[in-house]
């Protein structure tokens, strides 16, 4: 159990910057995240919280101790590695086993740990056969009980799911949060599947380009994204994004020729300017042609089982809406759009920064009745 | 409707059989055309065998079987020279040669695998150089410092220019390099240092190449003439290949009791032939040699 801090954390390879930067702080027990698109850099950052990285500039510390210095063995952590790396000529045992024999544990000792952390990821039965006799999923719970045996200070993932196929993926998933939940162990898990990233997460890191974008839990996250990147990521089908104009008294244009009253306080500053408004396809409500709302017509609907998502052409762009219960809309229908104010996320053009809205999850239910008003 | 799904079928089969019988006398082609060819290899062995069992007077008769077959030359053959002591001899070179060049092709190959260091390219590029050089070219120089060593005649010196080996080193370097960086990262982070990655880790995941190395290292110095012929003073310090030059005089060649040895000196080679028939296969496609 630890905590870990990295401060001012910059990584370059021949004179190429790819980590800016990076400050996190990660409490004793927590299971931190770290989400982002491929390339933007997780990999590195864990790799340097192990030590298979040096750490160009800034400090990475385990329990107040800083380990730029220490060999990744020294520091106390463990890995699970995207396609396992698994000793091929082992048993399962003896893969399990080898940091201990490394730590020169004994052998009885050994078996018993052994066999404790085998019952734990229910690989008793297999622990004669070859990593190449298992199947993917199987293989992964080897890499874990190698990463458990250690009893390390920090555990750390770096998409340790992503070779498995959906089903198992899932599972592995709800197997790992169980297994953390047990063993209340600090973890630093990186993905860049937003779905896994969201369910996992105590705390998640969004990154982009080498930079942390957003840190919080991630309800707050989804909530209020720092960015219209975080936004857009976060969440599927993703964030629909609308260019806008605020006019007087916080009212807003959205472009081309939509208006609404959305009375926001932290719009006033921005009159005049032009804005990015974001708003979740589950927040919107489709209903028939009016006066009000976004006209647009249905162009596509993707089924999902429990809900459809509606793909709807505008004078503007595309905008994507889930449509909950038995909405009877078609594809080539004539519908409006209807927006609600509290369910608008406000981003500054430029930069994507985030302005404000979006905070009203109160308002959730009243946006249900207008839903049934507009069916 | 029905006869056409039923029709439809049966042509197509007919088409099927066809094409098989077609495969099939290509198949039987082919492997006439290997029955052939391996009949070319194996003549000369044959003969070398036939050979050393007929009598000396009847030692040019082109029979494929002697009348009188007898172990006359192999007894001959191991009065004359000490063809046990010569087999030995080989063998512990061999052996030894085997041993030392898997070594250091193995230390050598982990350091241009595993590091970068200052001139690592301009090194392994030298040491692929020196897979060219002639042995006429290093014989000299090496005689000369095997004779100030005060090691001429005597087996240290037949294994000491045979310390290392490019082609192990390049070998070896090349497989540890396609091993998986994952797997080395895994060692590290469990705690195993660089040596212990190296022969708990690399080494046992690469013995199929190794024992493959193995092979034709054993094979190449087995069958090694020219440095033991330089070096060579007296039957008891010298190798079996030696050993069959002593039946060529300049009175004549006694082919019976060549023939004989050199049957002797072809059987371990072709034990290991037989016995790890498929290990030697591998290792010559492998390594690119046929
Ligand atoms: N060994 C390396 N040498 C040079 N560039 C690298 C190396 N490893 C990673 N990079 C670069 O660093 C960036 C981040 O890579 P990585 O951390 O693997 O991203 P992620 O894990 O988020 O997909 C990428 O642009 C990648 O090209
Ligand atoms: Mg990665």
Redesign the pocket.
Known sequence: MANLQIANAR?S??N?Q??HGIDLHIEDGTFLVIV????????????MIAGL?DITDGTISIDDEVVNDLEPSARGCAMVFQNYALYPHMSVEQNIGYPLKIAGVSKPERARKVAEAAALLELGDYLDRRPAQLSGGQRQRVAMGRAIVREPRLFLF??PLSNLDAKLRVQMRIEIKRLHRRLSATSVF?T?DQVEAMTLADKLVV?NA?KVEQVGTPGEIYRAPASAFVAGFLGAPAMNFLPGKVLQQGNLHILPNTEIAVHSQELHQWTGREITIGIRPESLLLGKPSAEGIPAHVDLIEELGGSRVAYCRTDGPEIAVVMHGDLTVREGDRVSIGLLPEHLHFFEKTNGQRLGGGQASQQAQASRAMHVAFN | MTTETLSLPMSTSGLQSRKKRRQANLAIAGHALMIVMSLFAVFPVYWMLVSSLRAENHIFDTALWPDAASLDNYAYALSAIPIWRMLWNTLVVSAAVTFIQLLTGIAAAYGFARWRFRFDKFVYALIGLTWLVPIQVVMIPNYLLVARMGLLDSLPALILPHFASAFAIMLLTQSMRAFPKEVLEAARMDGAGSWRTLWEVIVPNLRGIIASLAILIFISTWNEYFWPLLLSRSAENTVIQIGIQMFITQEGTSWGPLMAASSLASLPILLIYVVLQRQVIQSFMKSGIR
């Open positions: 990584k390879y021949d190429k790819v980590l982002g698109p491929s390339g933007c850099g997780k990999s590195t950052l864990l790799r990285e770096d998409e990186v860049h990154m080498g």
